[in-house]
C-alpha cells in the first residue's frame, strides 16, 4: 500500500492564480482531510470528508474548496490564491470515526 | 472552546536522558487524546492515543502517556531518549464525536544533544 499520497510536493503560485492540490489514498478509508501547517499554530482543519459525496468544513475553510467523488481521492482547491495561503497542506485519512489519522508527505506551497 | 496547549516550544536534552513533554487541554466532556510525531520534511505519525481506560498509556518507540483530568493534561515521557527522537512532537484532541474534527496544538521542538 502506498498510503496517503499527496502531489505536487512543492509548488510556487502568484496572487491570484488557481490550483488543485491532490490526495489519494489506497486504504479505502472513509474519512479524509485537509490541514495546514503553519509556525507555532500547529495544524489546523480546513475541510473534511466523512464519506465519498460528503464534506464539511474544518476551522479555516474559507478560500478552499473539496470534493469528494470517489472514496480514493480528496482534492483540495485554491480558487484565487494569496501569500496568507503560504503554508505546508497535509492530507489524512482514517478509516472511520475516533480512528488515528494517517497523514501525508505535505506539500509545501508558496504565493508570492 | 477546545483547544490544546503546549508550553514549551523547543526542548533540548541530551541523549540517554528522560523527557516530559507537556499537553493541556480544555475540553467538557472525556477527550479523545493523542500525541503524533514529525520528523523533518515528513508527515506526521501517531505515537499514542488515549480513549478511555488506563490512564497510563504505552506508544510506540518506548513513549508513554499519561491522562489526567483533574489536570486536564496528556503528558508525553520517554525514559531514555535517543537521537533519533529529534523531531516535532504535537498533542492532539478530537474535538466532536462525529469523529474527524481534531485541534492539535502548537507543537514542540525536541532537540536532543550526543
Known amino acids: 500500500n502506498a498510503g496517503v499520497t499527496q502531489t505536487p510536493k512543492f509548488q510556487v503560485l502568484k496572487t491570484g492564480q488557481s490550483m488543485t492540490l491532490q490526495c489519494a489514498q489506497d486504504?479505502?478509508?472513509?474519512?479524509m482531510s485537509w490541514y495546514r501547517q503553519d509556525p507555532g499554530m500547529g495544524l489546523r482543519l480546513i475541510h473534511y470528508?466523512?464519506?465519498?459525496?460528503?464534506?464539511d468544513q474544518g476551522e479555516v475553510p474559507n478560500g478552499y474548496n473539496v470534493s469528494r467523488s470517489t472514496t480514493e481521492d480528496f482534492p483540495l482547491r485554491l480558487l484565487s490564491a494569496a501569500p496568507s495561503q503560504t503554508s505546508v497542506y497535509f492530507c489524512?485519512?482514517?478509516?472511520?470515526?475516533?480512528?488515528?489519522?494517517?497523514f501525508g508527505p505535505g506539500t509545501r506551497l508558496t504565493v508570492l | 472552546a477546545q483547544s490544546v496547549t503546549q508550553p514549551d516550544i523547543h526542548i533540548t536534552v541530551s541523549e540517554g536522558a528522560s523527557l516530559e513533554l507537556r499537553c493541556n487541554y480544555s475540553?467538557?466532556?472525556?477527550?479523545?487524546l493523542f500525541w503524533y510525531v514529525q520528523s523533518p520534511g515528513q508527515g506526521l505519525q501517531l505515537l499514542l492515543k488515549?480513549?478511555?481506560?488506563?490512564?497510563l498509556v504505552q506508544g510506540i518507540k518506548g513513549f508513554e502517556a499519561e491522562f489526567k483530568r483533574s489536570q486536564s493534561s496528556f503528558n508525553l515521557r520517554k525514559p531514555s531518549v535517543h537521537w533519533s527522537d529529534a523531531a516535532e512532537y504535537f498533542c492532539?484532541?478530537?474535538?466532536?464525536?462525529?469523529?474527524?474534527?481534531?485541534?492539535f496544538g502548537p507543537g514542540t521542538r525536541l532537540s536532543v544533544l550526543p
Open positions: 489524512a485519512s482514517s478509516p472511520g470515526p475516533n480512528n488515528e489519522q494517517f
Open positions: 486504504m479505502n478509508h472513509e474519512y
Open positions: 470528508s466523512v464519506g465519498a459525496g460528503i464534506t
Open positions: 475540553y467538557g466532556a472525556t477527550p479523545y
Open positions: 488515549y480513549f478511555s481506560g488506563d490512564t
Open positions: 492532539a484532541v478530537l474535538r466532536d464525536n462525529y469523529g474527524q474534527n481534531f485541534v
